[in-house]
């Protein structure tokens, strides 16, 4: 599997089918023996920007503790739960329970479902 | 049955989604001003668009990815990001010129100024966005754009001597203004070859399901819609350029612009004009919005859909309400329509290969399209109208400075 | 980068000034609209709110173009001739105005057989600048 053009940047789908966002990034763990291991796939703003400029990664951490879902970290969803990797990467979450979607439900309970007519997130 | 039905209903999209405030713009300021001798960079424009559509709809049925999904997925998110902000940047003007244009269709039928409308005007957009569905908002808008054919009966009425305006057909430069006729051949090429509607395009060919089945249909969509779309734009420039060019005046204004259709059609023709800039601004300003929102949802792998409530697709729904939110206060502010739509149709120009050139790549490339890829005259033609349309921009943007 | 290159460029185009030829076309122009403007009101082909404004607007633009256009007349015209034919174009536009808010029909038709003369006189003026250049 080529990890950039298989995996990286691919949209992810939960258990329901359900988008999550895309693979921001990929934590690989380099071991004394044995090729380094993909760990975990990163879903979140800091990891994109970061693939831009560090300084840019730093700077929506910061942005994002100060208003938002204020998560403290990228989502970290483990290479365990990966089904599949096709057209899309399928795993096997709930994707309200990785983090991924902190920012939809966030959007949603604080902003749309304050505007008429914009549903409630929870009727899904 | 529902082939046929999605065909006509395709065909009659292109057709009343084609005409907005920029090809009328540049259509009747290059008829007023040059007579039949801009019709070729429509000609071209359309013909490039006619490929672009149909490799739009391609992509989508054979890998049923958008082309902003693959744009991300094939070049990673920095390039994505670069991508995202040089298109959206000059959508965006795009959106603030036909938002003005529905201001200024309103300002001439009631003669309440245009800055006045633009809340109202911009709250109905966002209102059909968050109540509707894709279909209302495609076939509903394009069936109104429809009244845009008053343009063709106008330039029938005015007994063109056909075998001129086929001469406009090939290049031939003007005796003077040099720099002007390239400038206005660098903003029709903008406004006939506009990157959203291929993103539009494709995201509608996703949400409505097609699959391979519809690649035959998609072809006729793509020629026969876009001709007549581009036909109805060869119809202004053909009114403007019978009506006004005699009399010596120049489109600076929307409301000069009105008078190509009242010496044309003197009985509706002011009507017809005003509800036609009404409408095709109307379904450009939805079609923009929903481009640029699409934009965001597929690159950053949010839930986006037409037809779900806004709270399922929050993410989504917030960018087109920010956005057409931020499109309404240039024109609280009195920044004339006109004038923005110049400048975003030479832009879009200049910034054509940022969008176009990566979607080349996609479309020949064999894991998205397997034996689909483009062949060599699809590759040619867009490359090579790409490439007149950036080196045309870059070339007589400081020529029209230096004053030819 | 480039982008903001070209927009710059293209801001720069707006901003750059037009030759006196230029702003008598553009003088023309406005004169035109309203003539044509006129006859169609005159059908009842354009509603009168429309026109009025048109109207207004073409004087306004008239003014504004025709006062740039004094402060450094070309050589071959007389200007004293331009100025005068600038003045009458104006006070006929804005005369047009008033009497399509009092929908005075047959005003607005002297009116505007007035504005077609001094068109033609415009015109002639516009010839000179041309031939010069």
Known sequence: MHLVRDVLDKKLMDREDCPMGRVGGLVMHVGESGPPRVTHILVGGPTLWMRIHPALGRLSSALGQMWGPRRKEPAKIPWSRVETVGREVKLDVEGKDTGALDWEIWVARHIIEHIPGGGSEEEE | MKKILQLSLGIITSVGGFLEIGSVTTAAQAGAQFGYKLLWAILLGTLCLIFLIEMSGRLAAVSKHTIVDAIRERFGFPFFFFVLLGTVLVAFMVLVAELGGIGFALQILTGIRFPWWALPVSFVVWLLMWKGTFSLIENGASLLGLVTVSFVVAALRLNPDWTSAASGLLPTLPDDDKSKYWFLAVSILGASISPYLTFFYSSGAIEDKWDRTYLPINRVIAAFGMTFGGLLSMAVLIVAALALRPKGIQVETFQQAALMMTTALPKWGFYLFALSMLFACFGAALEISLAISYFFSQGFGWNWSEDVEPSSDARFAFVYTLIIGFAAVPLMFGVDPIKITMMSMALTSATLPLAIVPFLFLMNDPIYLGKHRNGWISNTVVGVVILISFVLAVVSIPLEIMGG | ?133
């Open chain 3, 1 to 133: 980068m480039k982008r903001l290159l070209f927009a710059t460029v293209i801001l720069l185009v707006s901003c750059k000034p037009p030759t006196p030829a230029e702003q008598m076309d553009a003088i023309l122009s406005w004169v035109g609209s309203a003539i044509v403007l006129g006859n169609g009101w005159l059908r009842h082909t354009t509603p009168d709110t429309y026109t009025r404004q048109t109207l207004t607007l073409s004087h306004d633009q008239l003014r504004q173009i025709g006062a740039e256009l004094l402060k450094s007349p070309p050589a071959t015209i007389d200007s004293t001739e331009l100025d005068g034919a600038l003045t009458r174009s104006g006070t006929h536009l804005a005369r047009m105005a008033q009497l399509v808010e009092a929908r005075n029909s047959p005003g607005f038709n002297q009116v505007l057989d007035s504005l077609e003369l001094d068109q033609k006189a415009l015109k002639q003026l516009s010839d000179k600048i041309e031939s010069s250049q």
